[in-house]
């Protein structure tokens, strides 16, 4: 078993924010010794499932939801899979906008290193938009894609 403390220490999360998530409910089972919460590997799971949800956008009231579905069973594993299938939508949205950010920074990278090589940035707009060496064109095209 592990205090608050020693929980706060391993997921860097405010001890004052795992007393909210206690208040909210998301640790339905918490033991507690003389009031002093006493956090199980249960727990430990859970908060992981917390912060990944959280992590994907998902506000706490939703999070509160999915907890009262766990502790309704199986019949609410529909739900559930309903929820996780919708974060994954999400996640992979948002690491696609990532990517698209990423792939117009490296672009910029490399076209900076090249105007600080030419003392110019004429040779790099005559290659421009569709001239450019065919890895940094992928960079190029990707980053502009609408």
């Known amino acids: 078993m592990y205090t608050i403390g020693q929980i706060s220490s391993m997921f860097n999360i405010p001890v004052s924010t795992l007393r909210y998530y206690d208040k909210e409910g998301l640790f339905p089972d918490i033991q507690r010794n003389s009031g002093i919460r006493k956090f199980t590997d249960k727990e430990i799971e859970t908060l992981h499932v917390i912060e990944c949800l959280k992590k994907s ?17 199986r019949e609410t594993y529909g739900q559930r899979h309903s929820l996780f299938l919708k974060q994954k939508e999400a996640v992979e949205a948002e690491i696609q906008r990532l990517q698209k950010a990423l792939d117009m920074i490296r672009f910029k990278c490399w076209y900076y290193e090249q105007a600080i090589k030419d003392q110019s940035e004429d040779r790099l707009n005559e290659m421009l938009p569709d001239r450019l060496p065919e890895e940094i064109q992928l960079l190029y095209n990707r980053a502009h894609e609408e």
């Open 57 to 73: 956008g998902l506000e706490i009231k939703n999070i509160k939801q999915f907890m009262k579905w766990c502790s309704q069973g």
